[in-house]
């Protein structure tokens, strides 16, 4: 009994010095779309993220939502198509990206944290000129590439204090606007990177329906720095959906942002196990690997420090 308490000691004091040295940053979570299907997983990711807010780590949420947009084009009777990675949007699909990314979708995870106990607010890239856009490629239609980020409104939520003495979780749904005014389907990864370095952030997390970042053995990689990650995309043992992701990464990683993490949102408790115990779970990503090269260094030993 005593070397077991000693044990269970050991990792609250742990996880204490997890809190001590992430209370007052802040940290950009990216919510992937299929994650949002499953409403009892919004619920536990919320409680998740309403503790993480209470013990003082401020919170930018940025979300997709890929599947209910494919969910209402199919009920309007539209088809679609994806040209690497990027669905094509004409101006009457754009109407229902933008209905359903800062109507039905936003609203639904902002819905939850307030009831969560924390406050949040749902805007969208084109509030107060957050995302500011051209078009990516004619062949894309209404695709937008992200030009200039204003990060004012966000930083404005972020600092202004509620009722409870904390500033809100700014929830941002992925539509960019035009000089002409017009809307632009924004990619949900690289309006979260792209926030992330206007703000200044230092560790975005990615949640997403895979474990993580796989190697050629098909293995989690546990860490990677910029340059393995790169040599993952040459050597094709990146591929698909996690692709276009890691070459958002990349980005970030050469633009300031020191850790990017991949987790799977459908693992229990995944954002407290990874921000606040030495397990750590997922992959991690960095500019350059604090593991020595041959060491026997976990990624517990340096995944959150």
Same mark, same amino acid.
């Given at each position: 009994?005593?070397?077991?308490?000693?044990?269970?000691?050991?990792?609250?004091?742990?996880?204490?010095?997890?809190?001590?040295?992430?209370?007052?940053?802040?940290?950009?979570?990216?919510?992937?779309?299929?994650?949002?299907?499953?409403? &009892?997983?919004?619920? @536990?990711?919320?409680?998740?993220?309403?503790?993480?807010?209470?013990?003082?780590?401020?919170?930018?949420? #940025?979300?997709?939502?890929?599947?209910?947009?494919?969910? !209402?084009?199919?009920?309007?009777?539209?088809?679609?198509?994806?040209?690497?990675?990027?669905?094509?949007?004409?101006?009457?699909?754009?109407?229902?990206?933008?209905? #359903?990314?800062?109507?039905?979708?936003?609203?639904?995870?902002?819905?939850?944290?307030?009831?969560?106990?924390?406050?949040?607010?749902?805007?969208?890239?084109?509030?107060?000129?957050?995302?500011?856009?051209?078009?990516?490629? !004619?062949?894309?239609?209404?695709?937008?590439?992200?030009?200039?980020? =204003?990060?004012?409104?966000?930083?404005?939520?972020?600092?202004?204090?509620?009722?409870?003495?904390?500033?809100?979780?700014?929830?941002?749904?992925?539509?960019?606007?035009?000089?002409?005014? &017009?809307?632009?389907?924004?990619?949900?990864?690289?309006?979260?990177?792209?926030?992330?370095?206007?703000?200044?952030?230092?560790?975005?997390?990615?949640?997403? =329906?895979?474990?993580?970042?796989?190697?050629? &053995?098909?293995? #989690?990689?546990? !860490?990677?720095?910029?340059?393995?990650? &790169?040599?993952?995309?040459?050597?094709?043992?990146?591929?698909?959906?996690?692709?276009?992701?890691?070459?958002?990464?990349?980005?970030?990683?050469?633009?300031?942002?020191? =850790?990017?993490?991949?987790?799977?949102?459908?693992? @229990?408790?995944?954002?407290?196990?990874?921000?606040?115990? @030495?397990?750590?779970?997922?992959?991690?990503?960095?500019?350059?690997?604090?593991?020595?090269?041959? @060491?026997?260094?976990?990624?517990?030993?340096?995944?959150? #420090?």
């Amino acid at each position: 009994m005593p070397a077991t308490s000693g044990i269970a000691a050991q990792s609250v004091l742990d996880t204490l010095s997890y809190v001590k040295r992430f209370a007052g940053e802040t940290v950009l979570i990216k919510l992937g779309g299929a994650a949002l299907q499953d409403s &009892e997983l919004v619920k @536990s990711l919320c409680d998740d993220l309403a503790l993480i807010r209470n013990v003082g780590v401020r919170v930018v949420i #940025v979300h997709g939502g890929g599947p209910s947009i494919n969910q !209402e084009l199919t009920t309007h009777g539209i088809t679609w198509e994806f040209v690497g990675g990027q669905r094509i949007t004409t101006p009457d699909m754009m109407d229902i990206v933008e209905m #359903v990314l800062c109507g039905s979708v936003n609203r639904k995870i902002v819905r939850t944290l307030n009831h969560a106990g924390v406050k949040a607010v749902g805007i969208s890239g084109s509030d107060a000129g957050t995302l500011q856009c051209s078009q990516a490629d !004619e062949k894309l239609g209404q695709v937008g590439q992200i030009e200039k980020v =204003d990060a004012t409104l966000i930083r404005t939520m972020l600092d202004t204090q509620n009722d409870a003495g904390f500033g809100y979780i700014p929830v941002i749904a992925p539509v960019g606007f035009g000089k002409k005014g &017009e809307a632009f389907n924004v990619n949900a990864d690289w309006a979260a990177i792209r926030i992330a370095e206007a703000l200044g952030l230092k560790k975005i997390i990615y949640l997403t =329906d895979q474990d993580g970042i796989l190697d050629a &053995e098909g293995k #989690v990689a546990s !860490e990677l720095d910029a340059g393995e990650l &790169e040599q993952f995309i040459e050597q094709g043992v990146v591929k698909g959906g996690m692709l276009a992701k890691a070459n958002t990464m990349l980005h970030g990683l050469a633009n300031g942002i020191n =850790d990017i993490h991949i987790l799977n949102a459908r693992r @229990s408790h995944c954002l407290i196990e990874e921000l606040f115990t @030495s397990a750590g779970v997922g992959t991690i990503c960095r500019k350059r690997s604090r593991m020595s090269r041959g @060491s026997s260094a976990s990624k517990g030993d340096s995944a959150h #420090v």
